[in-house]
């Protein structure tokens, strides 16, 4: 069933937070849903959980399909963020609810995408290691918006030490 603007698509989604040696974090740039406006985004790799998968599970999955990067997280690996969005591309529209997770990773990694979805392969413009004081400092449009205050929080608790797989 496809959700309408009015009764939008609830599901649930898994993001992470690739953090390289260097205490940056990998993001994906993207234009926006209405694509022939000119708007893009900046995102952490995630995207809807499937089948039998928990959000950590997800995460995991979507970061290594939309960036290459393969990484483990324990079943125990703790949230670091929960948000709710609503977002829409061309007839279908979802009410989401994201848990993050994070993930350190070696400095250097190439980003080479193993599993693009149709609609991925159209929005994808690229991707960029961000420190937190370029995200703070940026005038693009990240998401989440509070993204510079959770990976200092992140980096500040040490919740990122995990390694890769």
Excluded: C, K
């Excluded at 390289?20 to 926006?32: C, F, N, Q, S």
Aim: charged residues 25%; without cysteine; aromatic residues 8%.
């Amino acid at each position: 069933m496809t959700g309408t603007a009015e009764n939008p698509t609830f599901r649930v989604g898994g993001r992470l937070l690739l953090i390289d040696a260097d205490d940056r974090v990998l993001l994906i740039h993207e234009t926006y849903e209405d694509a022939g406006s000119g708007r893009t985004h900046w995102l952490t790799p995630g995207g809807g959980v499937e089948d039998e998968e928990d959000p950590r599970q997800t995460a995991v999955r979507e970061a290594f399909e939309e960036t290459g990067i393969e990484v483990s997280l324990a079943a125990d690996a703790p949230e670091v963020l929960t948000t709710r969005r609503y977002w829409s591309w061309r007839d279908l529209h979802f009410d989401q609810v994201d848990h993050f997770f994070a993930a350190r990773v070696p400095s250097g990694l190439a980003v080479q995408p193993q599993g693009l979805t149709d609609v991925e392969v159209l929005t994808l413009l690229g991707h960029r290691w961000w420190s937190v004081a370029e995200l703070r400092e940026t005038t693009e449009t990240i998401l989440p918006p509070q993204l510079a205050e959770i990976l200092e929080r992140v980096l500040a608790d040490g919740a990122a030490g995990v390694l890769p797989a």
